[in-house]
Nanobody, 121 residues
């Protein structure tokens, strides 16, 4: 059983910065990837940023140059540094942990409950 918890959301003005945090806990043998998704009202959930076990990162085009995903020294923890926030970034942000289980060769996804980010103009 794995639990994923996000924090750091809030209400800010356009141009401001926020730092989101995500921690996964439980029985974790191997992390394939950890990622941030977001879902705005009336829209599909989209991948915002992803980091692999090897440290490689990927970003959706709309946040490139503004957002940075990184791993913390604390085990199974990632951050999303969001700079130059825009109203279009307003959404519920969800943390995703994709875990690999060597015993079965299977991958499983675990999701946090989400943290709200609201950017006013």
């Amino acid at each position: 059983q794995v639990q994923v918890v996000e924090s750091g959301g809030g209400l800010v003005q356009a141009g401001a910065s926020l730092r989101l945090s995500c921690a996964a806990s439980g029985i974790i043998l191997s992390i394939n990837t950890m990622a941030w998704y977001r879902q705005a009202p009336g829209k599909q959930r989209e991948l915002v940023a992803l980091i692999t076990s090897g440290g490689n990162t990927n970003y959706v085009d709309s946040v490139k140059g503004r957002f940075t995903i990184s791993r913390a020294n604390v085990k199974n923890t990632v951050h999303l540094q969001m700079n130059g926030l825009k109203p279009e970034d307003t959404a519920v942000y969800y943390c995703n942990a994709n875990l690999y289980y060597p015993g079965t060769g299977r991958y499983d996804d675990y999701w946090g409950q989400g943290t709200h980010v609201t950017v006013s103009s």
